[in-house]
């Protein structure tokens, strides 16, 4: 019998780029809140790090509690949402499995959220625009897209540190599962070996008492 639901609610700071690990217990669900704001963009990757089967089902659900993407026992997966005003909630569940629990990795980038600030008022500080013939608005483009391409690499990054974290739990298990059989094994073989023994000896105590 499935244990009782675990619900989480936790909601993300507006900063572009947020990751977290944590651990979901067997038998249990767990969900998140992202607040969002209109005609942004909401991506989140996840991937199953540890745990028997490396999959996990998953969910999100729009503001309204329309399911908009689902995923059945995957071990990773990566969906893009087009966002209204309001709170998204996506769900990590693990009901299906009654005894491993799973580790597990998700990063949400959230792009076109806006700040309160004018990204121009910088100009009403600028003075004397045309000293070193310098165009300070191509500058600022320049600025940002280093700033776009090193948010890039971040991301990489952190992807790829979790896609080496769950090869190095998966090689663990194995090794821990070839040590198992190989120690079974070998009990096995001694005491094959015993039997083997005992029985030829038994054979030969027999014919010595015939013989007297």
């Known amino acids: ?16 780029d947020s990751d977290f690990t944590f651990t979901l ?26 745990g028997a089967g490396l999959d996990v089902d998953f969910f999100i659900y729009s503001p309204s509690g329309q399911l908009l993407f689902s995923d059945y026992r995957k071990s990773d997966g990566v969906h893009t949402v087009e966002t209204e005003d309001g709170d998204y909630m996506f769900c990590f569940d693990n009901t299906f499995s009654t005894v491993s629990e799973k580790l597990i ?3 949400l980038i959230l792009d076109n959220m806006g700040t309160d600030e004018d990204p121009d008022d910088w100009k009403e500080y600028v003075h004397g625009t045309d ?13 940002n897209n280093v ?3 090193l948010g890039k690499s971040l991301h990489i990054q952190t992807a790829l540190r979790a896609y080496e974290a769950r090869d190095r ?12 059989w ?10 094959v070996s015993a039997i083997q023994v005992y029985l030829v000896r038994s054979l030969f105590e027999d014919k010595s008492k015939i013989h007297t």
């Open 1 to 16: 019998m499935l244990a009782a639901l675990f619900m989480v609610q936790a909601v993300f700071s507006q900063s572009l």
């Open 25 to 50: 217990p067997a038998g249990q669900k767990e969900c998140f809140f992202q607040t969002m704001k209109k005609d942004a963009s909401l991506e989140i990757e996840y991937q199953v790090l540890d």
């Open 105 to 107: 990795f998700f990063e």
């Open 131 to 143: 000293m070193l013939d310098m165009k300070l608005e191509d500058i600022m483009d320049t600025i």
């Open 147 to 149: 700033k776009a391409r």
């Open 169 to 180: 739990n998966l090689q663990e298990s194995n090794f821990d599962r070839v040590n198992l």
């Open 182 to 191: 190989s120690v079974i094994n070998l009990i096995i073989m001694v005491l």
